[in-house]
Every structure is written in C-alpha cells, then in structure tokens.
T-cell receptor, first 111, second 117 residues
Framework: DAKTTQPTSMDCAEGRAANLPCNHS???????VYWYRQIHSQGPQYIIH???NNETNEMASLIITEDRKSSTLILPHATLRDTAVYYC????????????FGAGTTVTVRA | NAGVTQTPKFQVLKTGQSMTLQCAQD?????MSWYRQDPGMGLRLIHY???????DQGEVPNGYNVSRSTTEDFPLRLLSAAPSQTSVYFC????????????????FGEGSWLTVV
C-alpha cells in the first residue's frame, strides 16, 4: 500500500472549516484513500473514503486531486468534539484486513 | 447490533502470566484483525483472519496467538505476558472484498487496556 504524509498537528477554530491535507504521491490506480479518526482513548472511527471522485457524507467531504497524488479532508463546521487524531490511509481494497496507520494529524478545535 | 465488542476493557497481568482478549462481532464480517497501539504511535497489526479457520501474521505477531473457529469470534492469546506487551489492543472487522475495487469500511472495537507488571 502507498505511503501517506500528513502534517503533525493543526488547530482550528470552532465553527470554522478544517482542511486536513494528505500527500500520497505513490498511489496506484486501484488504491483507495481512506480517512479515519481516533478520539482520545477510543477505537478508530471511519470517516470517509474515495477512489477518484470527490465524496461527501454527513461527517465530512473528501477532495482528491485529479492526479490522485494528494487529497484533503474537510470538516465543514468543526466542533470541540472533532478534536482527534486523523489518519489518512491508502490501501488496495483486497487488503481489507490490513490498515497501515502512520502518526496522523492531531487536530485541536479551539473555542 | 452491537458492532465489535472487546473484553475485558482493562486488565493487569504479572510477567509470565497468560490471558485471552476476547473479540466478537455480530455483523457477519469475514475479515477480523487485532492491532496494538503504544503511546503516541499509530496502530500496528498483530494478527488477522480472512475467514473461519484461516489466520495469518501481521506486523508484530511475536508473543501472540489467535484462532478463528467461528465467524463471530477472534480471540487474541498472550502466551507469557511481558512488560513490552503493555499496550492498548483494538479488534477490527470488515466485509471481504470480492471484486477488488469496492472499498469496505473497517469497524473497530473500543479497545482493551493491558498492563503487564
């Protein structure tokens, strides 16, 4: 699975949009981009995933560049409860049993 | 629908003791796996299973055994606990992928905190 690069940390004001970048320049054609988050002391929580097209669900939006070498997770209206570590993961769908977690981005939402 | 259930949530062991962390899912998922997470680090894969009767090693399998006699359960056994196994353990499950191009969500349990003294 392709490696990802994320900033170590970022702050966001409550009520504002949080834009979390992820670089995956070695991604291959059949690899999906996944985002998970881990709120302190809890199990990782699925947020969103995509292959080529931009995706949106009730939690977030995922913007994938046309060359698929980078993506951005957007939390449209960050709340204090969105404070967590966010993981960008790239994996082949058939490797469902494997997830390679890096250090992620620690997002702190401030009032 | 309880999702992925792990027990116990907290456990303290003495060095050399053995124990089993239980994991059960009620979503009929084929894939199940165990991860450990050490302070300030990401999750690392210990063992995984792609179906009943099938298991394989992940990134950090030493000191752990698993079995998968049923689709629902995937216990993790510590054979002789060591302080280096002090960690938070997460069980996860997901559907299998048959077409190779559909992304499937992986569901995680709430974690089991293990301390080996």
């Amino acid at each position: 699975d392709a490696k990802t690069t994320q900033p170590t940390s970022m702050d966001c004001a409550e009520g504002r949009a949080a834009n979390l970048p992820c670089n995956h320049s070695t991604i291959s054609g059949n690899e999906y981009v996944y985002w998970y988050r881990q709120i302190h002391s809890q199990g990782p929580q699925y947020i969103i995933h995509g292959l080529k097209n931009n995706e949106t669900n009730e939690m977030a939006s995922l913007i994938i560049t046309e060359d698929r070498k980078s993506s951005t997770l957007i939390l449209p209206h960050a709340t204090l409860r969105d404070t967590a570590v966010y993981y960008c993961i790239v994996r082949v769908a058939v490797n469902d049993y494997k997830l390679s977690f890096g250090a992620g981005t620690t997002v702190t939402v401030r009032a | 629908n309880a999702g992925v259930t792990q027990t116990p949530k907290f456990q303290v062991l003495k060095t050399g003791q053995s124990m089993t962390l239980q994991c059960a899912q009620d979503m009929n998922h084929e894939y199940m796996s165990w991860y450990r997470q050490d302070p300030g680090m990401g999750l690392r894969l210990i063992h995984y299973s792609v179906g009943a009767g099938i298991t394989d090693q992940g990134e950090v399998p030493n000191g752990y055994n698993v079995s998968r006699s049923t689709t629902e359960d995937f216990p993790l056994r510590l054979l002789s606990a060591a302080p280096s196994q002090t960690s938070v353990y997460f069980c996860a499950s997901s559907y299998s992928t048959t077409d190779g191009f559909s992304g499937n969500t992986i569901y995680f349990g709430e974690g089991s905190w293990l301390t080996v003294v």
